[in-house]
């Protein structure tokens, strides 16, 4: 009898234990209960009069409690996450990369605060090392689990990935303007990028379609869009979308898109965005047939030139656009001068094998070196 009360008893005890009788020993020391754990991050319980959150599994070590088991069973995402995030905090994108690759594979359709750690890791260590196409889907991706992060944590996410503006999502290195490559073909090709049928725009879908475009057209394949009914689309009404119908075929949509980016260049405009934008003016503009819209746009594009210190990828666009600008005007002087000063700033860079800077090489060099002008003879 005593035993039959005393196994009633402890199955009383074990139906009575909630989840919330769970602690987690967190990275910094810390014991906090928790309400929840999986893949996509650990609830902390709300206490104090605070509100419970959702934090990213690299922030747990152990767990206590009924969800002990839960959390082994994520112990390893946990900890390879802790050690990849710790790796890029110290600089050691070469070590953190590898880990965050594997890291992407085994969390797909995890959703939540540990899938964002993730993708947030994984692009900020592409772009770092100048992988730039490659760093577009987890970049949008961690512009898909966002919602899902605190204040504290999408301000930790958006240093890590280079995004300067605490209101905006855009990678201040990362416009839509690419340089043909094996990597932004594979951008180009990339499948299931189709528009969003949301009401709310631009997200994810909607970026990622027009990223896509941006590679499609630098690689000379069919845009697949119809830029007239792209630019009265919402899901193009953003910097990027404006930056890539400014190259569009048609005329009167690159004079349109024109126009919208020129309103964005207000007084207190940051510098990152005013670069993007006259990036974009100056290329838009060498496609016009005058000369008078070719010299605005080159000298768009030598504003960037004689910036200080512009991001190097957008330096080399813009160094490459002004080249090519400078050949079709036929100021081959001009030209030449300023491909050595890309040379010059731009040491191994990879615009500088690219077939623009290899055709004005070739139209700078059989332009012929203007002759001399002897001085007067004083004797005479």
Known sequence: MRDALCLVAAAAIALS???????????????????????????????????????????????????????????????????????????????????????WTRSVGVDGPTRAEIAAGLAACRVRRGAYATAVDPWLEWLR???????????????????????????????PVWTDSTAVRSLASHEGATQSGGTAHPNAEDLLLIYQIAARRETGQPWQVDPQHAINDPAWANLAGEMVLAEADN????????????????????????????????????LEPGADDRRAGILNLLWI????????????????????????IADLDGARSLLADAERRLPGDPVLDSPVIASARRATARAPTPPSVPSPDKDK
């Open 305 to 328: 030139v004689s910036r200080e210190a512009p991001p190097t990828p957008l330096l080399a666009s813009a160094f490459a656009g002004a080249i090519k600008g400078l050949v079709l």
């Open 251 to 286: 005329a009167e949509v690159r004079a349109e898109a024109r126009q919208r980016l020129a309103s964005r260049l207000v007084p207190d405009v940051a510098l990152w965005k005013q670069i993007w934008i006259r990036l974009a003016l100056g290329r838009s503009l060498m």
């Open 17 to 103: 234990a909630r989840a919330e009788d769970s602690v987690a020993l967190l990275r910094s020391g810390a014991r906090v209960p928790i309400s929840d754990i999986s893949a996509s991050g650990v609830s902390l319980a709300a206490a104090r009069g605070k509100p419970g959150k959702v934090e990213s599994l690299s922030h747990v070590k152990d767990v206590t409690g009924p969800l002990a088991s839960k959390f082994e069973a994520n112990r390893p995402l946990a900890t390879d996450l802790w050690r990849a995030s710790g790796r890029l905090e110290r600089g050691d994108e070469g070590g953190a990369e590898p880990l965050y690759e594997s890291l």
């Open 145 to 175: 689990q966002s919602g899902s992060l605190s204040t504290d944590q999408l301000a930790v996410q958006r240093k890590q990935l280079g995004i300067s503006d605490s209101a905006e999502y855009w990678i201040d290195v990362l416009p």
